[in-house]
């Protein structure tokens, strides 16, 4: 069973850039569809960006579109989040999670998950 671990938070202020980290262990990672999610206090978890397991194919929320690159490496199991001009309004626990197959905006057809990483941006 693929376990993953996120890692990259942190606190930033408006306009700072981060990147996120997935890493996967005990499986075959490469065979997976990535997706990146993310959850503020009281809100609903939302999709931010996801990637099939050849790396093509990416795709984006609307608020994520334009600052955001979601990138794989399959030869480290590592898949990136890298998040550019951040606003206040990006605070939230980031997670990525894996599936088999395509990628997907829906989080509950993703049945593996890390911990997730707290990512918080001042203004």
């Known amino acids: 069973q693929v376990q993953l671990v996120e890692s990259g938070g942190g606190l930033v202020q408006a306009g700072d850039s981060l990147r996120l980290s997935c890493v996967a262990s005990?499986?075959?990672?490469?065979?997976?569809?990535v997706g990146w999610f993310r959850q503020a206090p009281g809100e609903t978890r939302e999709f931010v960006a996801g990637?099939?397991?050849?790396?093509?194919?990416?795709g984006y929320s609307d608020s994520a579109k334009g600052r955001f690159t979601i990138a794989r490496d399959n030869l480290r199991d590592t898949v990136y989040l890298q998040m550019t001009s951040l606003k206040p309004e990006d605070t939230a626990v980031y997670y990525c999670?894996?599936?088999?197959?395509?990628?997907?905006?829906?989080?509950?057809?993703?049945?593996?998950w890390g911990q997730g990483t707290q990512v918080t941006v001042s203004s």
């Open positions: 999670a894996g599936k088999e197959e395509r990628r997907s905006r829906w989080a509950i057809q993703y049945d593996i």
């Open positions: 005990g499986g075959t990672f490469s065979e997976l569809a």
């Open positions: 990637i099939n397991f050849s790396g093509g194919s990416p």
